[in-house]
């Protein structure tokens, strides 16, 4: 929305004196009136979340995950061997496949068979990483929109500032212009006429600094946007609504990006300590060869079942168990610091963006018409004879409270931004 500082009511000659100046500002950018030619904060984020290479990252590691995931727990391959049995290496036959009637020419395949609970403990390993990379792309795209609106709201922000600044540039003529005619009244001085230009080479570098905020805002915006972001900005959203209050943010920690990750990695140390568990089962193997012997004799085929034998755990799996269950218990603290630090971070952020709508909501209604007020009597007084120095004062706390005021502005609305994209929704969730 744009700043309220100019709503003012016709019937109050206090408020009147700020009708030129919100008309000043009301047609500085006509091209605001066509909706289809400026840059709204919805559509910057929209264009950003469909653009951004680094979330194109996130999906394409998302599906490699669930690829991952839909071979995990599948049977070893099995192995073809091939080979020549009871090979005699001694007499006149030594060395060759005739040598001996046991000699014989062997092929086979064998297949490796893992416990059932190795298998499940693998799919749930694979399952967790898939839930993993699809929580880094929801939390990726989250990060992408408070970036983008960060720097939404700082280019709208430096915009008004610069704004605000350059409609002060008649006033601050004017007061040139009166020390000017003092000076050829013979009433003034050369000094006076100084120092008022002075004051208004000061208000032209707080306008240049403000356009250089802006082209920095707009650089990072189109860093996301992937193209230059040099269009005009739509009127800001209400900084003072926000679609989730504190306690619906506080409730539904895990949902949030800082947060998305954890369950999965929970998930992940968990199949892990299953893993470990059961490298203390058997794993069979089972093995079916075929011999071929030679002068006549009957070939022959061979089974073999072989078992694995976890006799000596103590040192082996029993050291692999204990390792995994002190990672899932590091795991599930870090997971409750995480969520201690994003309750702070939460509380923090409320309480900031109260405290700024307080003092935006104040600048607007109190400080910047009694500056205004000031200035005023300041200016009357010095028409009337008196000093300059209390317009000079009265000027340059004008220019701060302005300043202040555009600037407050923009903090509330990043404040806003910090809060307003916690938690997924459907443009973010794949």
């Known amino acids: 929305m744009f700043p309220r500082l100019f709503a003012v009511r016709a019937t109050s000659a206090r408020y009147a004196r700020w009708l030129p100046l919100a008309a ?23 264009q950003a979340v469909e653009r951004a290479p680094v979330l194109d990252a996130r999906r394409a590691q998302s599906e490699s995950a669930r690829q991952e995931a839909a071979r995990a727990g599948a049977l070893p391959d099995p192995q073809l061997t091939t080979g020549i049995d009871n090979l005699d290496v001694q007499g006149p036959g030594a060395l060759t496949a005739g040598g001996d009637t046991m000699t014989m020419r062997t092929i086979g395949i064998s297949q490796v068979l893992p416990s059932r609970s190795k298998r499940q403990a693998e799919r749930a390993i694979g399952n967790a990483n898939a839930d993993l990379a699809a929580s880094s792309e929801v939390a ?18 430096a915009h008004h500032e610069a704004m605000m600044l350059r409609s002060l540039r008649q006033a601050w003529a004017q007061d040139v212009a009166i020390a000017k005619a003092r000076l050829r009244g013979g009433t003034g001085s050369a000094a006076e006429v100084l120092a008022v230009r002075m004051n208004s080479l000061d208000l032209e570098n707080r306008i240049d600094a403000a356009n250089a905020r802006e082209a920095q805002a707009r650089a990072k915006l189109a860093r996301w946007l992937g193209s230059p972001a040099d269009q005009a900005l739509a009127d800001a959203p209400d900084f003072a609504v926000l679609p989730h209050d504190e306690a619906d943010l506080l409730a539904s920690l895990d949902r949030q990006g800082n947060l998305l990750g954890w369950p999965a990695r929970e998930q992940a140390a968990e199949a892990a300590l299953a893993e ?114 209390p317009l000079l004062d009265a000027r340059r706390d004008e220019i701060a409270h302005h300043t202040d005021y555009a600037r407050m502005q923009a903090e509330y609305g990043r404040a806003w931004a910090a809060l307003a994209y916690l938690l997924p929704t459907s443009e973010t969730t794949p």
């Open 24 to 46: 000043a500002l009301l047609f500085v950018s006509p091209v605001w009136a066509d909706d289809s030619a400026v840059l709204t904060l919805d559509a910057a984020l929209h």
């Open 140 to 157: 990726t795209a989250l990060s992408i929109q408070e970036q983008v609106a960060d720097a939404w709201i700082t280019a709208w922000g």
């Open 276 to 389: 470990a568990r059961a490298d203390k089962h058997p794993e069979w193997s089972v093995g079916l060869s075929y011999g071929s012997r030679v002068r006549g004799l009957s070939d022959m085929v061979s089974l073999q079942v072989g078992v694995s034998l976890p006799l000596f755990t103590r040192n082996r799996q029993d050291r692999g168990i204990s390792a995994r269950a002190a990672d899932l218990d590091a795991v599930r603290d870090e997971h409750d610091d995480a969520r201690r630090q994003q309750t702070g971070a939460i509380q923090s952020a409320w309480a900031q963006w109260q405290s700024l709508g307080q003092q935006v909501r104040r600048h607007r209604d109190e400080l910047l018409p009694l500056a205004n007020d000031r200035v005023a009597l300041a200016l009357a007084a010095y028409r009337g004879g008196g000093d300059i120095q």
